[in-house]
C-alpha cells in the first residue's frame, strides 16, 4: 500500500456504514500496515533509550521501588498486606508486572497520536498503526520484565505453575482492553490534551484499588469495587494462573474477556470512522 497516495473521504454524515464490510476492511488494511507499524514501533524503541544512561533497567527499576515501598510501610506496621502464597516480593512483582502492561500500554496508545502530529500532516497512513505501534512498545517491556521474574523465582526458590505456558492467551483480553480503551482515548486526547494526564492519574489511582500489590481484601467496599474493576480481573487472573496454575474468578474472568472483546471492537471501529478528520485536528 503506497501511504503517501492521496485518499477521498465523504462527510461522515454522507457515509453509509455497513459494519462487515467496515470489519473486513479494517482488518485488511491492518495486515498491509504490519511494516508501518514495525517502523514506528523501532522509532520509539529508538527514541524512548537513545543516550539513556540506564536503558531497559527503568523497566525493572519502578517495579521494584514500588514493591520495596510496600514492603517498607508493611514492616513499619503502616499498611497490613496480608498472607501471600508465595513470598511477597515475587508475589508483588509477577502482579505488577501483567498491570504494567495495561498501565503503560494504555498511556502509550492515548498520547500516540498526539506526540506524531508531525508525522500525520505530512504522511497519509492508516493511523491505527500508531495505538498498534504503542501497545507493541509495553509488550517489549513486559518481555524484559518476565526475563527477569525469572531470575526473582530463582532467588526466591519459587516454582511457577506449568499451566503459566496459558499465559499469553490469559493476556489477551487485557490487551483487547488496553487497545480499546487506547483508541477511545488517544482520539479524546487530539480534542483535549488534558486526557493524557487524567488517564495517568486514573491509572496509578485504580492500581491501588485494585489487589495487585496485595492479596484479594475481604472488605464489602472493595470486593464491590473489584467486581466490575474489569483491568484488575483480568491481572488478578493472569497472576493466579502464573502461582497457583488456576483462576479462582473463572466466571468473572469470562464475563470480562468477552466484554472486553466488546469494548475493542466498538472503539477500534469508532476509531476507523473518525480516522480521516484526526489530521484537521493539527
Known amino acids: 500500500m503506497n501511504y503517501n497516495q492521496t485518499k477521498v473521504y465523504l462527510p461522515l454524515s454522507q457515509q ?3 459494519l462487515f464490510i467496515l470489519w473486513k476492511q479494517m482488518f485488511c488494511e491492518l495486515i498491509k500496515s504490519r511494516e508501518i507499524i514495525w517502523r514506528l514501533f523501532l522509532r520509539d524503541f529508538i527514541a ?7 536503558g531497559f533497567l527503568w523497566v525493572i527499576i519502578m517495579p521494584l521501588i514500588m514493591v520495596a515501598s510496600f514492603i517498607f510501610l508493611n514492616r513499619s506496621g503502616i499498611l497490613n498486606i496480608g498472607k501471600t502464597e508465595i513470598p511477597y516480593p515475587v508475589f508483588a ?3 505488577l508486572s501483567i498491570w504494567q502492561l495495561f498501565a503503560s500500554g494504555l498511556v502509550s496508545c492515548t498520547n500516540s497520536i498526539v506526540t506524531s502530529g ?5 504522511i497519509n497512513f492508516p493511523k491505527e498503526s500508531l495505538v498498534f505501534s504503542s501497545i507493541a512498545q509495553s509488550l517489549l517491556e513486559f518481555t524484559i520484565r518476565i526475563a527477569f521474574l525469572v531470575i526473582v523465582f530463582i532467588v ?5 505453575s506449568w499451566k503459566i505456558i496459558f499465559l499469553p492467551l490469559i493476556l489477551i483480553p487485557l490487551l483487547l482492553f488496553t487497545l480499546g480503551l487506547g483508541f477511545l482515548f488517544s482520539l479524546l486526547n487530539v480534542v483535549i490534551r488534558d486526557i493524557a494526564n487524567f488517564v ?6 485504580l492500581l491501588f484499588i485494585t489487589p495487585v500489590l496485595y492479596p ?3 472488605s464489602r467496599l472493595f470486593v464491590i469495587i473489584n467486581k466490575f474493576n474489569l483491568p484488575g480481573i483480568l491481572t488478578t487472573s493472569a497472576r493466579d494462573i502464573v502461582i497457583t ?11 470480562a474477556s468477552t466484554l472486553c472483546l466488546f469494548i475493542f471492537v466498538i472503539c477500534w471501529t469508532i476509531f476507523h470512522i473518525v480516522e480521516p478528520i484526526v489530521a484537521e485536528k493539527f
Do not use: D, E, H
Request: overall charge positive; hydrophobic content about 40%.
Open 16 to 18: 453509509k456504514i455497513n
Open 118 to 122: 508531525g508525522l500525520i500532516t505530512k
Open 156 to 160: 526466591f526458590n519459587v516454582y511457577p
Open 200 to 205: 495517568s492519574l486514573f491509572v496509578t489511582f
Open 48 to 54: 524512548g533509550y537513545k543516550q539513556s544512561l540506564l
Open 216 to 218: 484479594q481484601p475481604s
Open 93 to 95: 512483582l509477577v502482579g
Open 245 to 255: 496454575g488456576s483462576i479462582p474468578q473463572l466466571t468473572s474472568f469470562i464475563y
